[in-house]
């Protein structure tokens, strides 16, 4: 296994680890993942970033601690391996885990700017610390002040000037701060999809990123989003 409604995580302090590294499970041992999940009936899997499956047989988490489940909602799950299930030829097929703690991450699209909704979407400061794609996430480890209002995050574009000079795609990350005061840095995960970006004529299209930090500094990032090898999606 390789290395949020808006939730606020705790700076996590921990690794990610492959569930391949022992060839043995232990009840101390326990690993962190981001995934979607998938429910059916009252079963409930999740599908890691790197397409491990996970079949939760045991929570360590109260029931009224996760009735906000949804399937395919993406969700960062902490675990420990049980077992795991074995094709004929040997390879594993699934890990029966149980399920330490669960948390919800922030998951949507792209969002048009408009007269309409240019003050709500924010010009508030955030830090981006981390970002990586996965299939056709794109994924964002953030940094931000506040204290005790919720915090809003979009990942925006302007349709009026929709490319740069190169013809990549022009997106920024914006953020409202709701008027919080910058009391406390908080660190948080979040995921937009970029399945509306895809273009007919070619399966990899070029995007640039831009966000502005505290220092009133813009820090601009390029992502190839190759969809070559993904499913069309469902809407």
């Known amino acids: 296994m390789k290395k949020i409604a808006f939730v606020v995580l705790a700076v996590l302090s921990v690794a990610f680890f492959s569930c391949n590294d022992d060839d043995g499970y232990s009840l101390g ?56 299930v074995t094709d004929e030829n040997g390879d594993v097929t699934k890990y029966l885990v149980k399920v330490n703690d669960i948390s919800d991450i922030l998951m949507k699209g792209i969002l048009d700017i ?26 964002f480890k953030l940094r931000y002040a506040g204290y005790s209002e919720t915090h809003f995050l979009n990942l925006v574009q302007d349709p009026t000037d929709p490319v740069n000079d190169d013809g990549d795609i022009k997106l920024e990350l914006r953020h409202n701060a709701n008027d919080d005061q910058d009391a406390i840095y908080f660190t948080a995960y979040v995921s937009f999809s970029l399945n509306q970006l895809r273009q007919e004529g070619t399966d990899v299209v070029k995007i640039e990123i831009s966000s502005t930090d505290y220092e009133e500094v ?18």
């Open 29 to 84: 041992d326990y690993w962190l993942g981001f995934g979607i999940i998938k429910i059916e009936s009252d079963n409930y899997s999740i599908i890691l970033d790197d397409g491990d499956e996970l079949q939760a047989v045991a929570w360590n988490v109260h029931p009224d601690h996760i009735d906000w489940l949804e399937d395919g909602g993406r969700v960062l799950v902490n675990f420990t391996i049980l077992d795991d």
């Open 114 to 139: 408009t007269e309409e909704n240019a003050d709500s979407i924010g010009n508030d400061p955030i830090i981006v610390q981390e970002y990586w794609m996965t299939d056709s996430l794109l994924n």
């Open 218 to 235: 813009t820090h601009t990032f390029s992502v190839d989003f190759d969809y070559s090898n993904l499913e069309l999606p469902n809407q």
